[in-house]
């Protein structure tokens, strides 16, 4: 298994409470030089914000535990690529890398719908999807199909 494989493991473990909790299951988790620096899920629902995203939290947490916003040196790992929001988050956080498992063509700003890695941000992080991506897209569409059921 690889390095990616094993922490986007951690963020699928995220999507699945996210899941539990009736939140989009979108998990993430933020590791720097091997060592789990956050993990977070989606909590729009549960705190009634638009702002409750996976990434977003995980960057939050990220920070506190290093008590710097900039997040060098940091791979952020996420189950779905990330909206606008959390694109320019990514960004403005000064990350390394940025690694996600299932590609979103709606919503997606890291190379599927849009890409702000082209624009020209003094810092942007190296991007790379797919991880997992199976798995990712699975535990995305069964939430989906649960809910359409309901």
């Given at each position: 298994m690889s390095t990616d494989e094993k922490w986007m493991r951690e963020a699928l473990k995220e999507a699945e409470i996210a899941y539990s909790e009736g939140e989009i299951p979108v998990g993430a988790v933020v590791v720097k030089g091997g060592t789990l620096l956050s993990s977070a899920h989606n909590?729009?629902?549960?705190?009634?914000?638009p702002t409750g995203h996976a990434e977003i939290e995980a960057l939050e947490k990220a920070a506190k535990a290093l008590e710097s916003w900039k997040l060098d040196g940091c791979t952020l790992y996420v189950t779905l690529e990330p909206c606008v929001m959390c694109a320019g988050a990514c960004i403005q956080s000064?990350?390394?890398?940025?690694?996600?498992?299932?590609?979103?063509?709606?919503?997606?700003?890291?190379?599927?719908?849009?890409?702000?890695?082209?624009?020209?941000?003094?810092?942007?992080?190296?991007?790379?999807?797919?991880?997992?991506?199976?798995?990712?897209?699975?535990?995305?569409?069964?939430?989906?199909?649960?809910?359409?059921?309901?």
């Open positions: 909590t729009r629902e549960k705190n009634l914000s000064r990350l390394d890398r940025v690694v996600f498992g299932a590609y979103d063509r709606e919503a997606g700003c890291l190379g599927s719908m849009s890409d702000l890695t082209i624009l020209p941000f003094e810092k942007k992080p190296y991007v790379f999807g797919g991880v997992l991506k199976e798995e990712c897209e699975k535990i995305l569409s069964d939430f989906f199909s649960q809910l359409r059921n309901k």
